[in-house]
């Protein structure tokens, strides 16, 4: 975030924070059915942020930045789509895990896109690569907090999981001479620094400052 320019980037917090505030919801306390209620309250917030006025301060914060840059709708009522199924415990198969990634990654690289000011084919499909390279490599991070809530993201065991979570990763970097890199540069580092978390991740070992700059330097480098 600190890499955009300042009305760029407090559009890119105003997004973070409606994102945070609809998982907190998922995540939060209450039986799945109030948590529900919870998220249909945001559903009604999503439309509020484009036709009216948004009671959730998050909602209000980011409805400026919305309509100012066009930020798609569709993508935030996907999101939503994509809480609502993790309110019960269930184990994901390989289909319905890549739509989980749709639901709630892919929709944040879409709706980053016109913040960066990035857009067309290319840079959407990139931010649909990227977004479920990333959500892989959070499950990964995740897995005992996950299991604690009941939740089992892993279609298949974690060696296999984990390469695909690198061929993803590698597929969305293999995009970027295409790109408009410049406008892509926070992603472009997002997707090193968890590039390098995977690795740490893979080799069980911590995941410090030292290693974070070198890939933050690399994501530099590769947005030039």
Known sequence: MLLLPAPRRAALFALYDVARAIDDVADGPGTADERRAGLMRWRADVAAIYEGSPEHP?????????????????????????????????RFDEATFV???????????????PIFGASGPAAETYA????????????????????????????????????????RLDAARAML???????????????????????????????????KLCAVLRGVRLSR
Do not use: H
Request: hydrophobic letters at 45%; proline letters at 7%.
């Open 58 to 90: 998050a909602a209000r914060t980011l409805q400026p930045f919305a309509r100012a840059l066009g930020l798609p709708r569709g993508e935030l009522d996907a999101l939503i789509d994509g809480q609502i199924m993790d309110l019960e415990p269930v």
């Open 99 to 113: 739509l989980y990634c749709r639901r709630v990654a892919g929709t944040i690289g879409l709706l980053a896109l």
């Open 177 to 211: 001479p295409g790109l408009d890199r410049r406008a892509l540069r926070p992603a472009i580092v997002m997707g090193e620094l968890y590039s390098e978390l995977l690795s740490c991740l893979g080799a069980r070992r911590p995941f410090g400052r030292w290693r």
């Open 128 to 167: 649909l690569a990227l977004g479920e390279a990333l959500q892989r490599v959070n499950v990964l991070r995740d897995i005992e907090e996950d299991a604690a809530r009941g939740r089992d993201y892993l279609p298949e065991p974690r060696a296999a999981f984990a390469a695909k979570a690198r061929d």
